[in-house]
């Protein structure tokens, strides 16, 4: 099975009732031959308008810090643990990102077999490492994930856009060595590997307004 194939199946996906309240599920964006993977909650709204995972604020911002350390959207791959929009954009809960990520995310690194995996926020960190971790404590740190894959958490970017001030300029340098130290991990293991375009993608362009 490629990630054209899971693609198809995760677009008729009806297992669990996140479906019905969504316009369609949302899947992975990038390039599948992409060492780094960035793995985040689920998709909000405007990610479920276009159909694009990290396209909202959150993405825009991801982009951003992504630019900064070197790397842009269309060079490696971005996804989710949740692959529906959950009902007013509500955290979902461990078990149901477990249902979720079991069903779809294992199988998306099982066909990447990324170097390395980037939980951007507590419900991929809780997903992909235990529950018991903690963004604020273990943040910065590599781990192996359940599937077998070498990880280290950031924060998600909706946090930063709750921040300002002195906080806010200390979780972007967090970010920011973050990505560094991924980046650089995935560098040593995939070398001679492109983790930038000369310009950055405007996902916008790519990706097109759908409805219910
Ligand atoms: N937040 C996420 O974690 N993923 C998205 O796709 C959008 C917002």
Not at 8 to 20: A, D, W
Not at 109 to 136: C, D, F, N, W
Not at 145 to 160: E, S, W
Request: with cysteine; hydrophobic share 40%.
């Amino acid at each position: 099975m490629d990630l054209k194939d899971l693609e198809i199946e995760l677009n008729n996906c009806n297992q669990c009732s996140f479906r019905k309240d969504c316009i369609s599920p949302v899947g992975w964006y990038g390039n599948p031959e992409s060492p780094i993977v960035f793995v985040g909650e689920g998709p909000g709204g405007v990610e479920d308008e276009y159909g694009c995972p990290l396209i909202g604020p959150s993405g825009q911002l991801l982009d951003k810090a992504l630019w900064a350390a070197k790397m842009t959207r269309d060079r490696v791959l971005a996804t989710n643990v949740i692959k529906c929009r959950p009902k007013n954009n509500r955290t979902p809960d461990v078990a149901e990102a477990d249902f979720c990520g079991r069903a779809w995310l294992d199988k998306e690194l099982q066909i990447i077999q990324p170097k390395v995996i980037v939980a951007l926020g507590g419900v991929a960190l809780h997903y992909l490492g235990t529950s018991e971790m903690r963004i604020t404590r273990d943040r910065g740190q590599w781990f192996r994930t359940r599937q077998g894959f070498d990880c280290i958490a950031t924060y998600h970017p909706a946090f930063l856009l709750r921040l300002y001030g002195k906080q806010l300029v200390t979780a972007k340098w967090d970010v920011f060595h973050d990505l560094e130290m991924a980046r650089n991990r995935a560098a040593e293991l995939a070398p001679g590997y492109q983790f930038m375009s000369e310009e950055k993608v405007d996902l916008f362009k790519l990706f097109h307004k759908r409805s219910m």
